[in-house]
C-alpha cells in the first residue's frame, strides 16, 4: 500500500507563488509516474500535471502550462508543484496520485491517491 501525503497548501494572493509537496511512502517511489490533480467545490476532478517515472516526461494542462512545473526528487520520495502566477480560478483541494510509469491525464490511471491540500487565491 502507498501512503501519499500532500503539504504547502495555504492562502495566497492573485499573483503569488506556492510550492507543494507530495510525500510518498512507496518502495521504491522511482516505480511510479507521478500526477497532480484539483478539485474546486461543485466541480469535478480536473488534471493538472504529471511527471513519468523517471522524470524525463512532464506533462500538463492548458490552464496551467507556462504557470505550474511538476517535479520530483526520487531521493527524497517527494513529488512537487510549484505553482507561479496564480489565478483565483486556481482555488481548489489538490491532491497527488501515484500510478503507471508514463504521464497521463486520466484519473483512473492512477493507483493511489492522497488526501488534498487546499488551495485558495485571493484576488
Known amino acids: 500500500q502507498v501512503q501519499l501525503v500532500e503539504s504547502g497548501g495555504g492562502l495566497v494572493q492573485a499573483g503569488g507563488s506556492q510550492r507543494l509537496a507530495c510525500a510518498a511512502s512507496?518502495?521504491?517511489?522511482?516505480?511510479?509516474?507521478m500526477g497532480w490533480f484539483r478539485q474546486a467545490p461543485g466541480k469535478e476532478r480536473e488534471f493538472v500535471a504529471s511527471?513519468?517515472?523517471?522524470?524525463?516526461?512532464?506533462y500538463y494542462s492548458d490552464s496551467v502550462k507556462g504557470r505550474f512545473t511538476i517535479s520530483r526528487d526520487n531521493v527524497r520520495s517527494t513529488a512537487y508543484l510549484q505553482m507561479n502566477n496564480l489565478k483565483p480560478e486556481d482555488t481548489a483541494v489538490y491532491l497527488c496520485?501515484?500510478?503507471?510509469?508514463?504521464?497521463?491525464?486520466?484519473?483512473?490511471?492512477?493507483?493511489?491517491w492522497g488526501q488534498g491540500t487546499q488551495v485558495t487565491v485571493s484576488s
Open positions: 496520485a501515484a500510478g503507471g510509469r508514463l504521464v497521463a491525464k486520466k484519473p483512473d490511471a492512477y493507483d493511489y
Open positions: 512507496a518502495r521504491p517511489f522511482r516505480s511510479y509516474a
Open positions: 511527471i513519468s517515472w523517471h522524470g524525463g516526461s512532464t
